[in-house]
């Protein structure tokens, strides 16, 4: 295995080489991203993860042009918001326009649920997510999207979207929840088997990670001398998954990217995979439809 995990990418079922360790910007403040994007990308990272719902697409372009990093360089990864399931054409016109690019690496769709814009608690009655992903299949070929994907999808929604004549396009890659605590074998195999990337998103556990307090964590980061958001980093490499530490603190952003030359032994590993606890950062309550169906571990 290599461990130069800064420059390690993963191959995706398009071709496409994703870096394995992007920065991701949810909860980032506009005031706040454009800094963050910027000491990323001068601290080396190549992969930054945005979306339409965080409001701060503008600011990461802005970002990553002060970096002066050249843009074919970064991989860009944004997401089409549920109330635009029936406008992906201008979901993806107002992504590229804010991030003030030609072209993202990747689009996903950030949930499977086509929210009815004028009431947020309602699901659309003719419309789903299979009418979604057909829309966005036709997207690569005008050169705006390199490669499509989704996220937040449990193995019941991809059967269902696999299963369906209209999907031409296996999505290339799923962003999912993934840690210690929300570990899901079950839908990381399933998407391996399919040939679908997974994307680690709260990676560190989130604002306020309850992990911080992992006691079997902190013994392990302690006895490498490393950080604990840098084992749980790790960790996730070592899975096969790409991940997105969120950080807007320069010194994190440098830290979380500290992740070559070093590795976590098969025991490690196997204690960081079986903590006893489980919580979810993000659920489905806010959405009009269920989307998780406890069937991923
Ligand atoms: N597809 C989806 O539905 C979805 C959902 C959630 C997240 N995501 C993506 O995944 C990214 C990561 O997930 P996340 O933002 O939920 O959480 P995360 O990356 O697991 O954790 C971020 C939190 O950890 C702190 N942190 C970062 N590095 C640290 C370090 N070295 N030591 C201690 N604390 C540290 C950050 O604080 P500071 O910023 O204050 O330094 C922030 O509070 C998001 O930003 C977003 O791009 C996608």
Redesign the pocket.
């Known amino acids: 295995m290599s461990n130069e995990w800064t420059k390690k990418t993963f191959t995706l079922n398009t071709g496409a080489k994703i870096p394995a360790v992007g920065l991701?910007?949810?909860?980032s403040k506009p005031n706040e991203v454009r800094e963050a994007v910027k000491a990323a990308l001068l601290a080396g990272y190549r992969h930054i993860?945005?979306a339409l719902a965080y409001g701060n697409e503008a600011e990461v372009g802005l970002g990553i042009k002060d970096s002066g990093v050249p843009r074919e360089e970064i991989w860009i990864t944004t997401?089409l918001d549920n109330p635009w399931h029936k406008r992906v054409e201008e979901g993806i016109t107002s992504s590229l326009k804010d991030l003030q690019t030609d072209y993202v690496d990747l689009y996903l769709m950030?949930?499977p649920s086509s929210t009815d814009p004028d009431d947020l608690k309602k699901h659309y009655p003719d419309w789903n997510f299979v009418d979604t992903w057909r829309e966005l299949q036709k997207l690569p070929a005008s050169g705006r999207v390199k490669n499509i994907g989704v996220?937040?999808f449990a193995i019941k929604n991809l059967e269902i979207l696999l299963k369906d004549e209209s999907c031409k396009t296996v999505p290339a890659v799923n962003?999912v929840?993934l840690h210690p605590n929300n570990p899901s074998p079950k839908l990381i195999d399933y998407c391996k088997e399919k040939g679908i990337h997974c994307t680690a998103?709260?990676?560190?556990?989130?604002?306020n990670?309850p992990l911080a307090h992992d006691e079997a964590l902190k013994k392990i980061a302690e006895s490498k001398g490393k950080?604990t958001?840098q084992v749980l980093l790790m960790w996730g490499l070592q899975r096969g998954t790409s991940v997105?530490?969120?950080?807007?603190?320069a010194s994190?952003i440098e830290?979380?990217f500290q992740l070559d030359g070093w590795s976590l032994t098969d025991d490690e590993m196997k204690t960081l995979s079986s903590r006893p606890d489980r919580f979810k950062?993000?659920g489905d309550a806010w959405l009009p439809v269920k989307v998780f169906f406890g069937d991923d571990e």
């Open positions: 991701g910007t949810w909860q993860d945005t997401k950030h949930w996220s937040n962003q929840e998103y709260s990676c560190l556990g989130s604002t990670s950080s958001a997105i530490p969120k950080s807007v603190t994190r830290g979380n950062v993000c």
